[in-house]
């Protein structure tokens, strides 16, 4: 196939209202995804699940992750897709134990000491991931023309966070410890996590993927001195390599739960979008963020658990605040299991209808 003209980019990116709002185009019907939109709320996501092992075989078969990755997409028609896949394949790849329990999420077997971040081996990866892109290349050919296909990886910081703890954890002390009494030896583990992510969001981005996502989940629990060190600085550094390895592909940030970081990390880790997170005050993100960056989010997940009127409302208010500016809708966190998936219907109709008749629907 011919390399593509800088030309034919701008017409197909104009084609999908995702990639043009991630250009800065502002839209009074802004474009619409929602993190986590494959899932357990959804009973043909369930029924699929049942029948392929584990959470981790469904991740490694490519054609039954294109068809989860496509559920939500012929469902509600969102303007991205997001690959169905998840943050902690990439230790898995490195070789460290993972799995995903019922009831429990994920265990790990935990890597604490010098030795064990040692055997590590980041340079594995993307031949172990081979599955995933090429379930990336089967996604991008299934799309429908206006929608774009969006990759991920978690950040350093959070992946390593369910690395050391061994799954989950309610403090984050083994964690924090070794951040603070051995930063060499955490370091490592980041630098590893740092290399391992570039070369896997470079492969997505080979296979097809269009855009980029970092989810930092626990940015938030760091103090702000230690905020740079561990998630600004690796995230920059990752988003420097890819802007020579995957050039033109446009990345957003979410770290989640940084407060008046938000600031720092759109200004300081090249980003070109960042995800807000819930609690994020929409008048102080549109004067703070929107002339740096473009925002996306940020309604709160249990409003599509509540759903109706104060749904929409909160939706339409969220349009009304950041629509003014470079936006792209989705939740401040994503979907949960008990979703009715008749709101997130409810959800996209109101988006695109555009206007406050939304609100008065039964
Ligand atoms: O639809 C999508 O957004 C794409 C798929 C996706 C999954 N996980 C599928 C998944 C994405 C983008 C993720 C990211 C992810 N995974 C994050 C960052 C975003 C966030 O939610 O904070 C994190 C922290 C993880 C780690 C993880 N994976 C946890 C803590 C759990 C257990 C909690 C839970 O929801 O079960 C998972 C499991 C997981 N990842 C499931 C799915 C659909 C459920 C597994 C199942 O079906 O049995």
Redesign the pocket.
């Known amino acids: 196939m011919p390399p593509t003209s800088e030309k034919d980019r701008d017409s197909k990116a104009s084609a999908k209202p995702l990639l043009a709002a991630l250009r800065g185009q502002i839209s009074a019907r802004p474009p619409v995804w929602?993190?986590?939109?494959?899932?357990?709320y959804l009973p043909e996501?369930r029924e699929i699940?049942s029948k392929s092992g584990s959470?981790l075989d469904?991740c490694y078969a490519p054609e039954l992750a294109t068809e989860v990755?496509l559920q939500?997409i012929r469902r509600f028609a969102m303007d991205g897709a997001?690959?169905?896949?998840?943050?902690?394949v990439v230790p898995h790849a490195m070789g460290q134990k993972v799995s995903?329990e019922?009831g429990k999420?994920?265990v790990l077997e935990p890597v604490r000491t010098r030795e064990e971040i040692a055997r590590l081996d980041a340079g594995a990866v993307v031949a172990k991931l081979s599955p995933v892109y090429k379930a990336v290349g089967m996604i991008a050919k299934a799309l429908p023309a206006e929608t774009a296909l969006i990759g991920?990886a978690?950040a350093p910081w959070?992946v390593a966070s369910?690395m050391v703890e061994g799954g989950?954890s309610r403090d984050f002390l083994a964690l924090k410890t070794l951040a603070y009494s051995q930063a060499a030896v955490f370091e490592v583990l980041i630098d590893r996590l740092v290399e391992a992510s570039i070369a896997h969001l470079t492969a997505q981005a080979a296979a097809g993927a269009e855009v980029l996502?970092i989810?930092d989940?626990?940015a938030g629990i760091l103090p702000s001195d230690q905020f740079e060190k561990w998630c600004i600085g690796p995230t920059r550094r990752i988003v420097e390599a890819l802007r020579k390895q995957a050039p033109g592909i446009p990345i957003i940030g979410?770290p989640?739960g940084v407060g008046v970081g938000y600031v720092r990390y759109a200004g300081e880790t090249g980003v070109d979008a960042v995800g807000l997170d819930t609690s994020v005050p929409l008048d102080w993100a549109a004067r703070n963020l929107q002339d740096k960056v473009v925002l996306q989010g940020n309604l709160d997940p249990a409003m599509l658990v509540a759903g109706g009127a104060p749904m929409r409302e909160a939706a339409l208010g969220i349009i009304d605040a950041l629509a003014g500016g470079p936006f792209i809708f989705n939740l401040g966190?994503?979907?949960v299991?008990p979703t009715n998936p008749d709101n997130v219907a409810d959800l996209l109709s109101t988006i695109r209808d555009g206007s406050r008749l939304g609100t008065v629907r039964v």
Do not use: K, N, S
């Open positions: 929602l993190m986590r939109q494959a899932g357990r996501y699940r959470f469904l990755t939500p997001i690959l169905f896949c998840d943050i902690l995903f019922e999420g994920p991920f978690g959070t369910y989950t996502q989810f989940t626990w979410f989640r966190h994503g979907v299991p």
